[in-house]
């Protein structure tokens, strides 16, 4: 066959297949592309190690996010006065911080509350050695005493303010986290250190069986679960009621005992009113941001 001839059936072969391209297009339209799924941060207080951290919430933040249609990815900071910088300035999509951390940070940059742990609250605890001969929190006066950091609202704060309340000046050094507070109370770095009950019942077993709890304080409003107002809130409704649902069916009761958790409720900002009542003022406010 002459080469033009050939040329020619080529380029009507092209044209055909062309057509019949377009036409299947037109007869089954290419359907749109599904939204992506929305992608959030979640700041998680470093009272423990952030291996632990991420052993223990990792699991429950992914059903979590599962549930609720939302990619929840797990945050923490190297150390607690990190971990408020990085709230002042807004870094987490949700975040989980201490009550006294609720407050300040509620009112600039705007977190809001929408979920709590479920229980009465949550209590500071001083710690010693099982073998301490310590028996009365008196005993510390004059003694250096481990705490996790300046604003650690039941582990520092409240043990603080009860033992002034008592009369009894101690020397506080700050050791990073919950976890180092135990650890060197065991080790007898310090006669004694502050905690709350949640984070010493869920250290290593080598840690806290070396010690005992030599005074706990009143309870207070427990953690809040806290989104930045950038967050929509349709995503919040969603996330509220997939953490409110885990106590319901063992696979998530088990994922909320990983984190001493009996269950999550709902919260609103109110809660937080008995740990403003308190008038602390640790973390100061910018001056145009200073709470009524």
């Known amino acids: 066959m002459h080469p033009k001839l050939l ?9 055909g297949c062309l057509l019949v391209v377009a036409n299947a297009t037109a007869d089954q339209p290419i359907a749109p592309a599904v939204d992506a799924v929305p992608v959030l941060t979640f700041g998680v207080v470093p009272q423990q190690a952030t291996s632990l951290l991420v052993q223990r919430w990792v699991p429950l933040l992914n059903a979590v996010g599962q549930a609720a249609g939302v990619r929840i990815e797990f945050r923490t900071a190297p150390d607690i006065p990190a971990f408020e910088a990085r709230l002042a300035e807004g870094q987490y999509d949700l975040a989980y911080m201490n009550p006294y951390h609720y407050t300040v940070y509620h009112a ?4 809001q509350a929408f979920a709590r742990e479920r229980g009465p609250g949550i209590r500071g605890i001083l710690v010693v050695r099982k073998d301490a001969p310590i028996t ?3 005993a510390l006066a004059g003694q250096p005493v481990a705490f996790p950091a300046p604003a650690a609202f039941a582990a520092s704060i409240l043990p603080q303010a009860a033992l002034r309340q008592a009369g009894i000046t ?3 050094h700050y050791v990073r986290s919950h976890e180092s507070v135990y650890l060197a109370v065991a080790k007898g770095l310090y ?3 502050g905690g709350i009950e949640r984070t010493f019942e869920n250290t290593a077993p080598e840690t806290r069986e070396q010690l005992r709890v030599l005074w706990r304080t009143q309870p207070f409003t427990p ?3 806290a989104a ?15 953490m ?4 319901d069916a063992p696979p998530g009761q088990a994922l909320l005992a990983a984190i001493e958790f009996k269950g999550i409720d709902s919260a609103v900002d109110a809660d937080w009113d008995d740990v403003r009542a308190l008038g602390i003022d640790i973390l100061a406010f910018p001056a145009s941001d200073a709470p009524p």
Do not use: E, S
């Open 7 to 15: 040329g020619i059936l080529a380029c009507l072969a092209c044209l």
């Open 108 to 111: 600039a940059p705007g977190y």
């Open 136 to 138: 009365d929190i008196a």
């Open 170 to 172: 101690v020397q506080p």
């Open 191 to 193: 006669p004694a250190g």
């Open 223 to 225: 953690h809040a679960f």
């Open 228 to 242: 930045h107002p950038r967050v929509d809130p349709r995503l919040i409704n969603r996330i509220r009621a997939a």
């Open 244 to 247: 409110t649902a885990l106590a």
